[in-house]
Nanobody, 111 residues
Framework: QVQLVESGGGLVQPGGSLRLSCAASGMGFERYIVAWYRQAPGKQRELVAFISSAGNTNYADSVKGRFTISRDDAKNTVYLQMNSLKPEDTAVYYC?????WGQGTQVTVSS
């Protein structure tokens, strides 16, 4: 069964950091673009960042300079390092590859 499983979410104070992980089972990442999306309450799901098979990256303007997406194809895992977190980063974060979505992990930024 093909699955994406996110982990690493939690509660953090403004200015803090978290690292999210997206682990794939039943498939490999190596030839695919993998993306992180997020959805805040009452808002549409939005693209946060994606990484190509060649390692090229792209970020939403709202997270540029603060978030870093990376991949370890040997571990079938994609990461999202989030620094200088803000309350507006609060959302459920989802990993995506093509039509496959993970279940999401909650990130809450609050003092």
């Amino acid at each position: 069964q093909v699955q994406l499983v996110e982990s690493g979410g939690g509660l953090v104070q403004p200015g803090g950091s978290l690292r999210l992980s997206c682990a794939a089972s039943g498939m490999g990442f190596e030839r695919y673009i993998v993306a992180w999306y997020r959805q805040a309450p009452g808002k549409q799901r939005e693209l946060v960042a994606f990484i190509s098979s060649a390692g090229n990256t792209n970020y939403a303007d709202s997270v540029k300079g603060r978030f870093t997406i990376s991949r370890d194809d040997a571990k079938n895992t994609v990461y999202l390092q989030m620094n200088s977190l803000k309350p507006e980063d609060t959302a459920v974060y989802y990993c995506n590859k093509g039509v496959i979505w993970g279940q999401g992990t909650q990130v809450t930024v609050s003092s």
